[in-house]
């Protein structure tokens, strides 16, 4: 499913990506097996870990993920065939979606509405 790994530092030391635990959470959002939202963080344990993918264009599979925690700062972020079940948010533009998830941060309480209305859509 992963079509390639495009992590970058930005100039900033705050956020942090060097933990492959981020990387292992990525098989149970793509296969939508979330009970919790956030989930839980396989870094320092609270429930401040959040996601957002989004579909480049409409109609197509290609696309990226953030995973970061609110917490600890730790996040990933990969290019991926995003799967059928995720929406993308009319609220967030293209130019929000940098390598870190600065503006996804700010951002997190719509993301969770928007990700707990989309989960419970099945
Ligand atoms: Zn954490």
Known sequence: MIIG???????????????????????????????QYPLICPICSTQELNFYMHRYKEHVHKGAIW???????????????????????????LEDLTALPINLESKREQISKHIKNTIGNN
């Open 67 to 93: 995973i970061w925690c609110s917490n600890c700062k730790y996040f990933s972020h990969f290019s991926l065939v995003v799967p059928d079940w995720w929406e993308n948010s009319n609220w967030i533009a």
């Open 5 to 35: 790994n495009f992590v970058e530092f930005g100039g900033c030391n705050m956020w942090r990506d060097d933990d492959d635990r981020l990387d292992n959470i990525l098989n149970f959002i793509v296969h939508k097996r979330i009970s």
